[in-house]
């Protein structure tokens, strides 16, 4: 099935990704492909750029970011860096910046002043020049560049940490571990240097000397020696002043601590990774042509092991094709993102390749994967699903359209930004971290970590700017999903649509007990529920099978579609509804189509991004002020032409 496969739409993807070759088609500079970390059909092999962030043709960089970074294929000469790496924004205006080096992580930073912000809504290229080396004297090839557009608001969402490595309160941990913690989004590389990371022994406060490094959200701290068996230690990361910084400068809120014990042998990990699956599966045929391989390890893995150099792809017989590896830490998967299409007419096969040895891929432990894994695959002239593209909706957890934004309760946290295109009084029950105060009672102080956006704040915001983009890209993205412009979705009580779906269940346009592999499902009732029939109330489960990109869009009728989860009412119900993500499905890949609103019930985890043109409400439940158990979203309440209602809601905007 084809999905947001425009001309537009799939080369902003593909620039998105684009590392290499593929530049040049987004008025980039170009390099010459890379094939395991050395230029193909090159020696000596020069050095080329990896991974950069902002991404390329990135649509919405926050006007108030600070850092840029590129990461290298191999050490870098810091010297070098210092004047080629730079930036014009808009393009062709220089903009002032700092650039340094970071051995441990092979990334170059470039560090922007503190004022003036970028300009708005304009088009910004970062270039890095052929007069950086590598720490053998060896150049870039050509110079690189890559462009990105900013936004017309800051960024003032406070980063959190999402998870650590190794767990709160975990026992019997290898003495040879890495220690570290995964964010919400990328962070600053100079903000987690020195104090702002700390690995103590808890009971006699011993620090312990170790490196520290960082890829993208992902910090890694690697002890000196191995810690001491049968010993509590203690990990922080600074927050507030002077704390850890996301790269427009906002610090985590406060200190994130946790500890966990030693196992009590001094042998440590010594059990090497391995592939449990991949995705494509190994031999399979009939692969679309925009396909990311991913593979799935057995294991935390180190991040900064899983690069171009240790991951790649290539024709059996043929060039490596050029591409970008990222790992997720939350999940083992590491993806190779191509740069281009892959040759869908004639089949072609192909061989992914995740490289074993001493210069493969690492654990946390520092234990070397043995051998290659191999993955074999034959192409055929088909495209895989993407997600729409959100645009200037992106950083909003929760809009209320044209309408109203209200806050009930006193737990109600939203990490992202909130708004509507209307006045400020339209805003009822928060305070955003801007300090900015919107009709707070006793009863109903919910926190933004981001900013309140209506037609005239926040302040020092273009008035209205930042809602008036965002509602206009949402009502994009709604149409895009929409049963017109979508067509063919998939119906969950047919088996012979969908053998895995489980039939009828507990009704046609019910959700409940099922497991769903990615797609396009439509409602043959014209509305969904999930555990809405008690006492049978069930979760729905969303299965990526290791495919890191996979995608679900559910979409109800048109104008009078509506979803509702959980049991609603002032009662509390016995048993939450869940929204279960596996096997690598992630929040910000799946999308409702929901025209006349949605309702999600109190307690409920519900995932993915609502687009509605009715009213959103979370939690039913009454009292003063109403003291149920938190309704979490993971993803986007989008009411494009109403109001968005919450109670005790703590929404979390998915990581890009």
């Known amino acids: 099935m084809t999905i947001f496969t425009t001309f537009d739409d799939r080369v902003a993807r593909l620039c998105a990704l684009a590392l290499t070759a593929a530049l040049a088609a987004c008025g980039g500079g170009t390099q010459t492909p890379i094939l395991g970390g050395v230029d193909a059909g090159a020696t000596p092999v020069a050095p080329t750029v ?62 922007l002043p503190a004022l003036p912000n970028l300009p708005a809504n304009a088009n910004c290229t970062a270039t890095i020049t052929t007069a950086a080396q590598d720490s053998t004297g060896l150049a870039m090839a050509n110079n690189f560049s890559w462009t990105f557009r900013t936004s017309s608001t800051p960024d003032s969402t406070v980063p959190t940490v999402i998870s650590t490595l190794n767990a709160n309160g975990a026992v019997n941990v290898p003495v040879n571990t890495k220690v570290g913690a995964t964010f919400s989004e990328a962070m600053n590389p100079a903000s987690l240097v020195g104090a702002n990371f700390a690995l103590k022994e808890s009971v006699s406060n011993n620090p312990v000397a170790g490196g520290l490094a960082l890829s993208a959200s992902t910090v890694l701290f690697t002890p000196s020696v191995s810690l001491t068996p049968s010993t509590a230690y203690t990990a922080t990361i600074k927050g507030a002043s ?86 997720d830490p939350l999940t ?8 281009g299409n892959l040759i869908g007419t004639p089949a072609t096969s192909y061989v992914a390749t995740v490289k074993g040895g001493a210069s493969g891929v690492k654990d946390v432990a520092g234990n070397t994967m043995v051998a290659d894994h191999f993955v074999h695959f034959t192409t055929n002239a088909s495209t895989c699903a993407v997600a729409p593209r959100l645009g200037a909706m992106a950083p909003f957890g929760s809009f209320g359209g044209s309408s109203s934004l209200t806050n009930d309760g006193l737990s109600t946290r939203i990490h992202g930004d909130v708004g509507v295109n209307a ?33 005239t704040d926040p302040p020092l915001s273009t008035p209205g700017a930042a809602v008036i983009a965002a509602q206009a890209d949402a009502l994009t993205a709604y149409n895009s999903i929409s049963p017109a412009s979508l067509a063919g979705g998939i119906d969950v009580s047919s088996l012979s649509q969908c053998p895995s779906c489980g039939g009828l269940g507990q009704g046609a346009g019910q959700l409940a007990w099922r497991t769903l592999p990615p797609g396009v499902y439509l409602s043959t009732t014209g509305t969904y529920g999930i555990g ?16 890191a990109n996979a995608v679900w869009v559910f979409q109800t009728a048109a104008s009078t579609g509506t979803l509702t989860v959980g049991l609603t009412g002032p009662a509390v119900p016995a048993t939450a509804i869940q929204v279960l993500l596996i096997n690598g499905a992630l929040a910000k890949n799946v999308f409702w189509y929901v025209p006349a609103g949605a309702t999600i019930g109190t307690g409920s985890t519900m995932v993915g991004t609502l687009l509605s043109n009715a009213s959103i409400t979370f939690s039913t439940t009454g ?10 979203l993971f993803g986007r309440a989008i009411a494009i032409a109403a109001g968005v209602t919450m109670t005790n809601t703590v929404i979390t905007v998915p990581a890009p």
């Open 50 to 111: 990896t991974a950069v962030v902002p991404l390329a043709l990135a649509p919405a960089v926050a006007l108030n970011t600070k850092v840029l970074t590129a990461t290298f294929s191999k050490p870098m000469n810091r010297a070098t860096l210092l004047s080629s790496f730079t930036l014009a924004c808009p393009t062709g205006t220089p903009f002032a910046g700092t650039a340094d080096y970071t051995a441990a992580s092979t990334t170059a930073t470039l560090t």
């Open 423 to 455: 006045a400020s009084s339209s805003i009822t029950g928060l305070t955003d971290s801007g300090g900015n105060v919107y009709t707070v009672t006793g009863d109903n102080a919910g926190i933004v970590n981001g900013l309140v956006y209506t037609l």
């Open 623 to 632: 009292g003063s002020p109403p003291t149920a158990p938190d309704t979490r």
């Open 242 to 327: 002077g704390g850890a910084s996301d790269l427009a400068g906002n610090r985590l809120a406060a200190d994130y601590v946790w500890s966990w014990t030693t196992a009590a042998s001094p042998s440590g990990d010594t059990v090497p990774p391995t592939v449990l699956g991949s995705n494509p599966l190994n031999l399979a045929i009939g692969v679309c042509i925009n396909k990311t391989v991913n593979v799935t390890f057995s294991e935390a893995m180190d991040p900064l092991s899983v690069t171009n150099s240790s991951f790649n792809l290539a024709p059996t017989a043929g060039a490596a094709v050029p591409g970008l590896v990222s790992y």
């Open 332 to 339: 083992h998967i590491a993806s190779f993102n191509p740069s």
């Open 532 to 547: 809405i029939t008690a006492p049978n109330a069930g979760n729905l489960t969303l299965d990526a099978a290791g495919d």
